[in-house]
């Protein structure tokens, strides 16, 4: 380190150079006046006296110069007084900066040797991150096949449930199939054994024929009342087919099974409304065999009022018999149709609601070729007709 003659303490310098001049001024003026008077201290001759003198002088000088640097310098004051401690301390400082230095060089080939080390990690880094990179490209293509896959499976899942249940379906319809065939199966071996009786005996009721039916209103009747009324109806279609065969009433046997009978008491019985209970006949039966019967509850409403009129057609031109008898016969059958939509219940063999007598349907047909057009044809009811019929109608032309 270099320092310029400005860096001085000038007044230091200056303070110094002035106080040592002094000094040795006086000293010289002092040892003068002792040589000239020719004292003599601590026993000296002259001479020596004033060369002590003059060392006491240059002591002082030194003294003085020493007091003032002192007085004016922290460091120099330092240097004095503390010199010993400073040396301990700089060589105290130094075995520890030799340790430093040491420890310094140790951590420099510590450091060499871990940037050795960084440098192999980076190395090892990049080719990690670059099979990272390599992997994740993979990833991502395994991630879109998986994705793929994911979608493939549920498109395959909901085809798999699709047909779970037509297979399902398809085994219902089988076993539906099945069970039909079962029980054409039996139809077939009821018609052969009805055909060989057919063969032997005379047919005396269809399967789904109406035996008898008969209107009820339950309200305020016990079991015992609903089941004599059942028996009565029994009876009844038991006189029925005795006129229509011939045979003894006694002869015919009808039979209801216990389980049947319950379930048309509870029918019955489920509400106090007016009721409708037809007797059909189950399967078919020959001259003295035994006819296994059903028994049908319907509630039974008011469809149409006496004197309200069913069907109407204007007829515009003269009608011979053929074109009068087709025009009747369409208005019955649409008379017929609208019975079985407004509620009336239809015969299960014939599928009509009713029927007119042959001479009064040719008598209206004569009616309808004689009368001049323009008139209408109107069928009406001819009494109240409840839900289980008969459709009894009048025919009228204006």
């Known amino acids: 380190m270099q320092y310029g003659l400005s860096e001085l303490n000038w007044e230091l ?98 450091l060499f040797k871990s940037q050795s080390e960084l440098l192999a990690k980076e190395s090892q880094l990049r080719e990690v991150e670059s099979s990272l990179a390599e992997n994740l490209a993979k990833l991502k293509k395994v991630e879109a096949e998986v994705a793929r896959l994911a979608k493939r499976a549920q498109t395959l ?31 077939a071996d009821e ?54 065969t011939g045979l003894r ?35 078919n039966a020959v001259i003295g065999e035994r006819i296994d019967c059903k028994i049908e509850v319907h509630d039974s409403v008011l469809v149409y009022r006496k004197g309200e009129v069913l069907a109407s057609e204007f007829v515009a031109k003269s009608l011979n018999e053929a074109e009068a008898e087709q025009a009747l016969y369409n208005l019955l059958r649409q008379v017929n149709l609208k019975a079985q939509r407004d509620g009336v219940i239809p015969d299960p063999i014939t599928g009509t609601v009713g029927n007119i007598e042959a001479t009064e349907f040719f008598d209206v047909v004569d009616g309808l070729s004689e009368t001049k057009p323009p008139f209408t044809i109107s069928v009406i009811a001819d009494s109240d007709i409840y839900t289980e019929g008969p459709v009894r109608v009048k025919i009228e032309i204006d």
């Open 13 to 110: 310098v200056v303070s110094l150079v002035v106080i040592s001049a002094l000094v040795a001024y006086i000293g010289d003026i002092l040892g003068m006046k002792l040589g000239k008077r020719r004292i003599s201290l601590f026993g000296m001759r002259p001479k020596y006296t004033s060369r002590f003198i003059t060392v006491v002088t240059g002591i002082l000088i030194t003294l003085v110069t020493l007091f003032v640097m002192a007085m004016a310098s922290d460091t120099v004051r330092v240097a004095l007084f503390n010199m010993k401690y400073i040396q301990r301390e700089i060589s105290t400082l130094t075995d520890e900066l030799s340790k430093s230095r040491g420890e310094l060089e140790s951590l420099q080939t510590d």
């Open 157 to 187: 899942e909901r085809d798999r449930e699709r047909l779970s249940k037509e297979l399902e379906a398809m085994r219902k319809e089988r076993d539906s199939l099945e069970a039909q065939i079962a029980d054409l199966k039996a139809q």
């Open 191 to 244: 018609l052969r054994a009805n055909l060989e009786k057919m063969k032997e005996g005379k047919i005396l009721v269809l399967a789904g024929e109406l035996l008898m039916q008969m209107p009820v209103d339950p309200s305020g009747l016990t079991e015992e009342e609903v089941k004599g009324i059942l028996d009565k109806l029994k009876a009844n279609a038991k006189l029925a087919l005795s006129v229509r």
């Open 249 to 283: 009433p006694e002869r015919i046997e009808i039979f209801i099974s216990p389980e049947e009978l319950d379930r048309a008491l509870r029918k019955i019985k489920e509400t106090k409304t007016r009721k409708v209970i037809r007797l059909e006949v189950a399967s």
